[in-house]
């Protein structure tokens, strides 16, 4: 009986393992994470986005009903299994978002500079010229006469000029058509709105459920932001990774103690901007990237990376350009939102996305072995004598095998941190890493150079590297005859890798 369970899992491995088509080329190293919406919702579009490229979806919680996302989340995994792909799924909490209220006819109306404007937060106020609602009941609280609000990503600013009560008298600086439901942001203003919403611990409690791999958390302020979402995601008994998205003030202030908290980070430069100003963005993103990947954990840069190809079929080259340089930052993964999730080309958007990616890379590997990255990576290793065995290892193994030229480095993991130590190595070459925990192997989908392969549970190490030989040659990650180092631990013990190996391999 045992016998026959154990051939029924090694066959289950086997068939999940398998490449799809046209799959046999070395994927992007830098990863790709793309919104579900309207314009991308259908299992023959979804199963399209894998094969041109996307490793991970994104579910946008700030819109849709949980009936709606529940449909995406069996669409993606049906499509991650027809293409025998493993893909993640991000669920992104809309978090305590400020937004403009209804208006009373569904119709923008233009503010110009000198207008007076009132910002109304009592309940069922609708808008109209002259008065607006909008969805935060503390907005008079938590600015002050003199401070700027910003409207529809910016495009809009305000001058505090008074406030009453739940009323907030402001006069516009900048005008432009305003809509209903647009984001207001407040910089310079200290919000005192909790990061986790009510609304955000339905959606959260619901994507524990659908089992989504990581979670989003928007507008984090500080270390305890994500350790209260930790604690709200263990009392749900999940084990959703935390992504904490940086875009205000007091998180890039906070940023190490954040990423410290954090399973990983995304560098959401739109409310960035808004609230840091434009010319800060660069700079604060390379910062967090290079934070990311001296700790070994995954980064995602966010937000107009491909703007213009909502509506046209191709990029500007300042946004080939903004891809590029995200990906010589050292980046994990760069992100689609409205590209993929209303406009018009989604696949041709991640197509794209791809074609720079690898472009970006292969310039990269040309011209040295060591990724750029590295060297903010060398500036932060902890000193001799402080590096945990894995590390240690790691760093050892990496080094074997561009010594040896080898074509590729096999990791054996059951947690996956040791593939986290791996991806921060930013290697030149073909990174596969096994695990018998399906759970283990959609969350690697995020981490840079990483490909993830389902594993049997193995009795023995020798049993374990003859099914890696196989699936290796079955899945043209090698060919006979080639080096491959690989990176094992104790059997059965989670977090304690400690040996390496050079082969050469032979069946």
């Given at each position: 009986?045992?016998?026959?369970?154990?051939?029924?899992?090694?066959?289950?491995?086997?068939?999940?393992?398998?490449?799809?088509?046209?799959?046999?080329?070395?994927?992007?190293?830098?990863?790709?994470?793309?919104?579900?919406?309207?314009?991308?919702s259908?299992?023959?579009?979804?199963?399209?986005?894998?094969?041109?490229?996307?490793?991970?979806?994104?579910?946008?919680?700030?819109?849709g009903?949980?009936?709606?996302?529940?449909r995406?989340?069996?669409?993606?995994?049906?499509?991650?299994?027809?293409?025998?792909?493993?893909?993640?799924?991000?669920?992104?909490?809309?978090?305590?978002?400020?937004?403009?209220?209804?208006?009373?006819?569904?119709?923008?109306?233009?503010?110009?500079?000198?207008?007076?404007?009132?910002?109304?937060?009592?309940?069922?106020?609708?808008?109209?010229?002259?008065?607006?609602?909008?969805?935060?009941?503390?907005?008079?609280?938590?600015?002050?006469?003199?401070?700027?609000?910003?409207?529809?990503?910016?495009?809009?600013?305000?001058?505090?000029?008074?406030?009453?009560?739940?009323?907030?008298?402001?006069?516009?600086?900048?005008?432009?058509?305003?809509?209903?439901?647009?984001?207001?942001?407040?910089?310079?203003?200290?919000?005192?709105?909790?990061?986790?919403?009510?609304?955000?611990?339905?959606?959260?409690?619901?994507?524990?459920?659908?089992?989504?791999?990581?979670?989003?958390?928007?507008?984090?302020?500080?270390?305890?932001?994500?350790?209260?979402?930790?604690?709200?995601?263990?009392?749900?008994?999940?084990?959703?990774?935390?992504?904490?998205?940086?875009?205000?003030?007091?998180?890039?202030?906070?940023?190490?103690?954040?990423?410290?908290?954090?399973?990983?980070?995304?560098?959401a430069?739109?409310?960035?901007?808004?609230?840091?100003?434009?010319?800060?963005?660069?700079?604060?993103?390379?910062?967090?990237?290079?934070?990311?990947?001296?700790?070994?954990?995954?980064?995602?840069?966010?937000?107009?990376?491909?703007?213009?190809?909502?509506?046209?079929?191709?990029?500007?080259?300042?946004?080939?350009?903004?891809?590029?340089?995200?990906?010589?930052?050292?980046?994990?993964?760069?992100?689609?939102?409205?590209?993929?999730?209303?406009?018009?080309?989604?696949?041709?958007?991640?197509?794209?996305?791809?074609?720079?990616?690898?472009?970006?890379?292969?310039?990269?590997?040309r011209?040295?072995?060591?990724?750029?990255?590295?060297?903010?990576?060398?500036?932060?290793?902890?000193?001799?004598?402080?590096?945990?065995?894995?590390?240690?290892?790691?760093?050892?193994?990496a080094q074997?095998?561009?010594?040896?030229?080898?074509?590729?480095?096999?990791v054996?993991?059951?947690?996956g941190?040791?593939?986290?130590?791996?991806?921060?190595?930013?290697?030149?070459?073909?990174?596969?890493?096994?695990?018998?925990?399906?759970?283990?192997?959609?969350?690697?989908?995020?981490?840079?150079?990483?490909?993830?392969?389902?594993?049997?549970?193995?009795?023995?190490?020798?049993?374990?590297?003859?099914?890696?030989?196989?699936?290796?040659?079955?899945r043209?990650?090698?060919?006979?005859?080639?080096?491959?180092?690989?990176?094992?631990?104790?059997?059965?013990?989670?977090?304690?890798?400690?040996?390496?190996s050079?082969?050469?391999?032979?069946?």
């Amino acid at each position: 009986m045992a016998a026959e369970k154990s051939k029924k899992a090694k066959q289950s491995g086997d068939q999940q393992a398998k490449p799809s088509g046209g799959r046999g080329k070395l994927p992007t190293r830098t990863k790709i994470v793309a919104t579900l919406g309207p314009a991308s919702s259908g299992l023959t579009t979804v199963r399209k986005l894998i094969r041109a490229g996307v490793d991970v979806f994104r579910l946008n919680f700030s819109h849709g009903t949980h009936t709606a996302h529940k449909r995406l989340f069996d669409v993606i995994r049906k499509a991650g299994r027809s293409e025998r792909r493993a893909v993640g799924i991000l669920a992104d909490l809309q978090g305590p978002k400020i937004r403009v209220g209804r208006f009373a006819k569904n119709e923008p109306f233009l503010l110009n500079p000198g207008d007076e404007l009132l910002i109304d937060t009592r309940p069922d106020v609708l808008g109209e010229p002259g008065r607006i609602a909008c969805t935060y009941p503390e907005l008079g609280s938590d600015v002050r006469v003199g401070e700027r609000i910003l409207l529809d990503d910016g495009n809009i600013e305000l001058r505090v000029r008074k406030i009453e009560g739940p009323v907030v008298h402001t006069t516009v600086r900048y005008g432009g058509l305003l809509r209903e439901h647009k984001g207001i942001n407040l910089p310079g203003s200290e919000v005192s709105a909790p990061s986790v919403s009510e609304k955000d611990l339905f959606d959260l409690h619901f994507a524990l459920m659908q089992q989504a791999d990581y979670v989003a958390l928007s507008f984090v302020r500080s270390a305890k932001d994500v350790k209260r979402l930790r604690q709200e995601i263990q009392s749900f008994g999940g084990d959703a990774q935390i992504i904490a998205k940086i875009e205000r003030p007091e998180a890039v202030a906070h940023a190490e103690e954040i990423i410290d908290a954090a399973d990983g980070v995304m560098v959401a430069r739109g409310d960035m901007g808004v609230e840091l100003g434009a010319e800060m963005v660069p700079g604060v993103q390379k910062r967090l990237i290079h934070l990311c990947i001296a700790v070994g954990k995954p980064v995602i840069t966010a937000t107009q990376m491909l703007e213009s190809m909502i509506v046209n079929p191709r990029p500007t080259r300042a946004e080939a350009s903004d891809i590029a340089n995200a990906i010589y930052d050292g980046t994990s993964a760069v992100m689609l939102s409205a590209e993929s999730a209303t406009g018009a080309y989604p696949e041709l958007a991640v197509r794209t996305m791809d074609r720079i990616a690898r472009s970006s890379e292969a310039d990269i590997f040309r011209h040295s072995y060591v990724h750029p990255a590295k060297l903010a990576l060398s500036k932060q290793r902890p000193p001799f004598g402080q590096s945990s065995v894995v590390e240690a290892t790691v760093s050892a193994a990496a080094q074997a095998a561009l010594l040896v030229g080898a074509q590729a480095l096999v990791v054996f993991t059951e947690s996956g941190r040791t593939a986290n130590f791996v991806a921060r190595e930013r290697l030149p070459l073909r990174t596969v890493v096994f695990t018998p925990d399906r759970r283990v192997w959609s969350q690697l989908c995020l981490q840079w150079g990483v490909i993830p392969e389902l594993a049997i549970k193995a009795r023995s190490v020798s049993q374990l590297y003859r099914y890696a030989m196989v699936k290796l040659l079955e899945r043209k990650h090698v060919k006979e005859g080639d080096l491959v180092v690989f990176i094992s631990g104790t059997m059965a013990v989670k977090g304690a890798t400690n040996t390496f190996s050079i082969r050469e391999l032979r069946l």
